[in-house]
């Protein structure tokens, strides 16, 4: 039977899932046909599919209104992760590969919107770094003229190799004036242009004389589009053709969607990203962030993204990213009570997205106060020697943890004792946020509590090799502290109990002469198992996914569990002083489990 006809289709769906559809739409009355027409070949020759897209030019110079600065921000993110989960949905049905090259286009436009050369270069340099993929290329202009040159001088090679019907800019806009198509065309040009150009003209131009300046730059920009279209069609004359622009999708351009769910197409390079307390996104005109229920985060100088608050936000609160794209959030407090405007429902939201939350500024005089804040983030979790862990060197440290030396890599609760009431209960119980506030810091460079990116681990290695840790099994085991005293078997991965995400469930060995921690990898020879174990500290160590968090005093990190794990760095005797409360919040239990466990 040949399977060629249903693996097309199953690709068709998967790429009309990601289109933008409208009023009008005609995705399924053609658009299907011509996109399984141009998939074929590569299917009947078991190649990898080619896709192009040409898009992220520069950010809108209109910062008041639609962007917030000059440089790449998280919805440039959000564009790059969803092309590539589209890549990776293709990847997943046909076993052949997928490409997708970015065409850069800026040059063709910059000069006409005001963006200058260096601007538009580094925007270039800048969004290529943002989320690396093993199915992007990136392309610019030089690739589609094939010969490098001065910006203007591609420009000119552009327009010139596009061999076009017309003799000169005037005569193109002769055309334009009688071609009905063409003249709605260019007045959809000057619409768009209407906002993006207005900060880039003189105070004094008059309003006659700024619809003749826009007039006129809208020819120039369709001219060097159907230039740019004639380009991109001659280097990939086969590829799957996507599109930033809005289509009715009967091909053969595509109308990408850079969010699911948009009845407009809409990019990150015109807009700035939104953050729902919900968790999604949307893009957005920079003028209609409402500032007092809005959360700005800022990469440096420029906002990153903007976090929609459940209560009115004091301005003075500084938040920036640690690690972009979405790892680890820091906050600035200008004042220790200020802590109770981030609300435990905005805390939650935070925690979820960045995975960790350092709290700068903070004051807890007495355990208790800190037992009070955690209270509203679920149950807490109640050692021995009660909610509050001081975790501190001691002189006769009876574990690592106690001790100036490292601590290596966990997630919290995790060597529970197989008799423990939660763990008959769930298998895989653990705390979900834990908070440590730092009481007094170590000495600078010393005892960091290193945080890991367990989702960005799992980015990389891919779905195969993440459906593989699936099925692969970890024991632990160390002797009782407290904490520890059972051997405690683990999948590498399995699913986060409120979203269904997968996690990464690892933990680092120890020699230490104050407590050993093993780990045996199931069903494999001791050689192995130490070779799979090497490679996991060499993962779990990698800068792109290990913070180390410089501890100040008053900071308090909040850690998501789940996505997140942690250690800590050795000390030397100048940092004995280090006192950290460490409080962990667990899932509630229902109430027919609770007396079940009691």
Not at 139 to 155: F, I, K, N
């Amino acid at each position: 039977m040949n399977e060629q006809p249903r693996i097309t289709d199953t690709l068709c769906a998967v790429i009309g899932s990601y289109l933008v559809k409208g009023d009008g739409d005609r995705f399924e009355a053609d658009g299907k046909a011509a996109l399984a027409a141009t998939l074929q070949p590569f299917v009947e020759k078991g190649e990898p599919i080619e896709l192009v897209l040409p898009g992220f030019p520069f950010k809108s110079l209109n910062f008041h209104a639609k962007t917030s600065g000059p440089k790449p921000d998280f919805g440039e993110v959000l564009a790059l992760r969803r092309l590539e989960e589209m890549c990776a949905a293709l990847d997943a049905v046909y076993g052949h590969g997928v490409r997708l090259t970015i065409v850069s286009d800026g040059t063709t436009y910059n000069d006409i919107i005001g963006v200058s050369d260096a601007d538009r270069q580094a925007y270039n340099d800048a969004v290529r770094t943002l989320w690396p993929s093993r199915y992007f290329r990136w392309a610019t202009v030089t690739d589609l003229v094939g010969h490098a040159g001065s910006p203007q001088e591609l420009r000119t090679a552009l327009v010139e190799k596009a061999a076009l019907p017309y003799a000169d800019l005037e005569a193109f806009k002769t055309a334009v004036q009688a071609d009905q198509g063409l003249s709605a065309a260019h007045d959809r040009m000057c619409a768009f242009l209407y906002n993006d150009l207005r900060p880039q003209l003189a105070d004094d131009l008059d309003e006659d004389a700024y619809f003749a300046e826009i007039r006129e730059k809208a020819y120039e920009m369709m001219i060097r589009g159907l230039a740019l279209n004639a380009g991109v069609e001659r280097a990939f004359p086969q590829a799957v053709r996507l599109s930033v622009h809005q289509y009715d999708n009967a091909g053969p351009k595509f109308s990408f969607g850079f969010l699911p769910g948009l009845a407009h197409v809409s990019a990150p390079w015109h807009k700035v990203p939104y953050r729902h307390l919900d968790g999604h996104f949307s893009f957005v005109d920079h003028a209609r962030i409402d500032a007092e229920n809005t959360l700005a985060v800022y990469r440096g100088d420029q906002v990153w993204l903007y976090q929609e608050s459940d209560a009115a936000i004091d301005p003075a609160i500084k938040l920036s990213i640690v690690k972009p794209p979405q790892f680890g959030l820091l906050v600035e407090l200008d004042a220790p009570e200020k802590v109770k405007l981030l609300t435990p429902r905005l805390t939650r939201s935070l925690s979820d997205f960045f995975s960790f939350i350092c709290v700068r500024g903070c004051h807890f005089e007495e355990r208790e106060d800190l037992v009070d804040y955690c209270l509203p983030f679920g149950d807490i979790y109640q050692w021995h020697f009660g909610p509050v862990h001081v975790v501190q060197p001691e002189e006769k440290p009876k574990g690592f943890v106690q001790s100036l030396e490292k601590t290596p890599i966990h997630w919290d609760l995790s060597m529970l004792p197989l008799d423990h009431d939660r763990v008959k209960q769930d298998e895989w119980f653990c705390a979900d946020l834990f908070m440590l506030y730092c009481k007094a810091p170590p000495k600078k460079g010393e005892g960091e509590t290193t945080l890991v990116d367990g989702r960005e681990i799992l980015r990389q290695v891919g779905p195969e090799t993440v459906e593989a840790w699936r099925n692969t099994h970890v024991t632990y085991n160390t002797k009782m502290t407290y904490f520890g005293g059972h051997p405690r078997t683990y999948p590498l991965v399995h699913a986060h109990p409120e979203t269904g995400e997968p996690i990464l469930r690892y933990q680092e060995g120890s020699k230490s002469e104050y407590q050993t921690f093993s780990q045996e990898v199931q069903g494999l020879s001791q050689t192995d198992s130490d070779a799979f174990v090497e490679e996991m500290n060499r993962r779990i160590y990698d800068p792109k996914v290990c913070y180390a968090h410089p501890w100040e005093a008053g900071d308090m990190v909040i850690v998501e569990n789940y996505l997140t794990l942690h250690g800590r760095n050795p000390m030397s005797e100048a940092s004995s002083m280090r006192e950290l409360w460490r409080v962990q919040t667990i899932p509630d239990m229902p109430v027919a489990d609770r007396s079940a466990a009691e």
